[in-house]
């Protein structure tokens, strides 16, 4: 057993992976942890609704607009050396919202991590992609998708415990021993890497122009609720994304050391494996949020009640994920994939049909066929990408991805957010005609919070929670066929078997010509 444990050239690619595995909990974690510490965090600071929003949508934004340039830098700098720097600022930013005496420190703080976020996510990996050869890497990418599923699943379940139990600031300060151990097993095991074939300059202007573009995507989604779809300031920020995600691709294309290799995209598999990753985590990201909110705000469970309900997901994908990861190996990821979405969307459509009384009985096979359908797509999805694109070309294969599911699921989040306000308004509009305007917009803006209705009537909060759950069902139908256009595409555009690279026909040929 000792022998097993002690760092060799047999298993280092393990220990190299348990590292990885132990940061991208750590961040994958953070994405969904916090939602449920937030009455805690109003309560404390005395926080504004605003506020509020921006403890989730600062990291959310930071990681999402540079993760791409993460996977860059580890490129060019060196994959291990990037990843160890961003899992400092993740710790340190940790360790500084525990301690966050405003509302306007945490969300600071919060902007930090996910710049500490980015750095890390593209190295894990990538780190990963370089430690294990062809014939294993699907198994490992399985562990890792496993990861950071599970991760996702089980945030509000920590999250609610440790709120309830010892306090919102422990759910930051558990980063940080968790990232002292990643950092010691890193450089422990972990064995350098960079693209040795690009360019060592960076893309400056690259950088501006894409951190511009998807900053501005991002915010629009983000506030296009609150600010108004039509109003000036979205308009004006589709249109400065539009103008700046335009710019990055005239750049890109003459750069001589650009962030993202538009040659990629030449490739049916890579578009396919990032087209459904945009839309699984659509789907999934928005699915976890509104039925969190569901289950609280209207079956009354408490935060820990309802992470506990998410288990049979969380079970599922922990069981899948490594099997989908092998059995990619085996027979491609193509079917695997496209039958994840299928169970995915038949899930969705399934949580579709609540009513404001559903129990949770009712859920629990959604719950277990989301699971299932969560372990198949993620890990072949990622074995597709890194397989469609040369090893040296890892970081930022993996920084493209890592983009794609983050912008999926703000995108998610947001657009079902409008129309289970849009859905809302019609049904306030007709259940409750006597109400005057400002009062009813107040009411859709609490629409699945239970806010401002504390002294409503018995009937008024009736409609109110009628009109959320009914806003719900429409928002869960549009994820289902989301999930199933993914699905579609998923069949079209992901090929099976990967096409070897020059380099690595040279060597199939040396080796069959070699004396036995």
């Known amino acids: 057993m000792t022998e097993r444990l002690r760092l060799s050239e047999s298993n280092r690619r393990w220990w190299t992976l348990g590292a990885m595995c132990f940061a991208l909990f750590m961040v994958m974690l953070d994405n969904t942890v916090t939602n449920v510490a937030l009455p805690s965090i109003q309560r404390d600071f005395d926080a504004s609704l605003s506020a509020l929003e921006w403890t989730i949508n600062a990291y959310t934004l930071t990681?999402?607009?540079l993760l791409v340039t993460g996977g860059r830098l580890g490129d060019i700098f060196g994959r291990r050396r990037v990843f160890l720097i961003g899992v400092g600022i993740f710790a340190f930013a940790s360790f500084t919202i525990g301690f966050a005496p405003s509302d306007g420190f945490l969300v600071a703080s919060r902007a930090v991590q996910?710049?500490?976020?980015?750095?890390?996510?593209?190295?894990?990996?990538?780190?990963?992609?370089?430690?294990?050869?062809?014939?294993?890497?699907?198994?490992?990418?399985?562990?890792?998708?496993?990861?950071?599923?599970?991760?996702?699943?089980?945030?509000?379940?920590?999250?609610?415990?440790?709120?309830?139990?010892v306090s919102w600031r422990a759910i930051f300060f558990l980063n940080v021993p968790v990232a002292v151990g990643a950092i010691a097993i890193t450089l422990f095991a972990a064995e350098e890497s960079r693209d040795e074939t690009v360019d060592r300059r960076l893309d400056y202007p690259g950088i501006a122009a894409l951190t511009t573009g998807l900053t501005a995507l991002v915010l629009a989604l983000v506030e296009g609720n609150a600010w108004g779809w039509g109003s000036a300031g979205i308009v004006g920020l589709f249109a400065l994304a539009v103008a700046a995600l335009a710019a990055f691709a005239a750049i890109e294309r003459r750069s001589p050391a650009p962030i993202v290799d538009f040659a990629f995209f030449r490739s049916r598999q890579f578009v396919g494996a990032n087209t459904v990753a945009f839309l699984v985590t659509f789907s999934m990201f928005a699915m976890f949020f509104f039925l969190a909110l569901y289950m609280q705000n209207i079956l009354g469970y408490s935060p820990l009640e309802t992470g506990v309900r998410f288990l049979p997901t969380t079970l599922i994908v922990m069981a899948a994920g490594p099997i989908a990861g092998r059995l990619?190996?085996?027979?491609?990821?193509?079917?695997?994939?496209?039958?994840?979405?299928?169970?995915?969307?038949?899930?969705?459509?399934?949580?579709?049909?609540?009513?404001?009384?559903?129990?949770?009985?009712?859920?629990?096979?959604?719950?277990?066929?989301?699971?299932?359908?969560?372990?198949?797509?993620?890990?072949?999805?990622?074995?597709?990408?890194?397989?469609?694109?040369?090893?040296?070309?890892?970081?930022?294969?993996?920084?493209?991805?890592?983009?794609?599911?983050?912008?999926?699921?703000?995108?998610?989040?947001?657009?079902?957010?409008a129309l289970v306000a849009a859905v809302g308004r019609s049904d306030l509009e007709q259940s409750l005609p006597n109400i005057a305007g400002p009062t009813r917009e107040r009411m859709v803006d609490g629409l699945g919070s239970g806010a401002g209705l504390e002294h409503a009537s018995a009937h008024v909060q009736a409609a109110a929670n009628s009109a959320f759950v009914d806003a719900l069902g429409t928002g869960l139908t549009v994820s289902a066929t989301a999930a199933l256009v993914g699905a579609l595409l998923a069949w079209a555009l992901i090929r099976d078997h990967r096409t070897p690279t020059t380099a690595e026909q040279e060597v199939a040929g040396t080796v069959q010509a070699a004396p036995a």
């Open 63 to 65: 990681f999402a607009v």
């Open 114 to 165: 996910g710049v500490g976020a980015a750095l890390m996510m593209p190295g894990t990996l990538s780190i990963i992609s370089h430690a294990f050869p062809p014939r294993e890497r699907g198994k490992a990418i399985g562990i890792w998708a496993g990861v950071s599923a599970i991760a996702l699943a089980i945030g509000p379940l920590v999250g609610g415990w440790l709120t309830e139990d």
């Open 328 to 417: 990619s190996d085996r027979i491609g990821p193509r079917g695997l994939i496209t039958g994840g979405l299928v169970l995915i969307a038949a899930a969705l459509y399934w949580q579709s049909r609540i009513q404001v009384d559903t129990s949770f009985g009712y859920l629990v096979p959604a719950f277990i066929v989301m699971g299932a359908g969560i372990g198949l797509v993620m890990s072949p999805m990622s074995a597709a990408v890194m397989n469609a694109v040369d090893r040296s070309k890892a970081g930022v294969a993996s920084g493209t991805l890592s983009m794609f599911r983050m912008v999926g699921g703000t995108f998610g989040v947001a657009a079902l957010g």
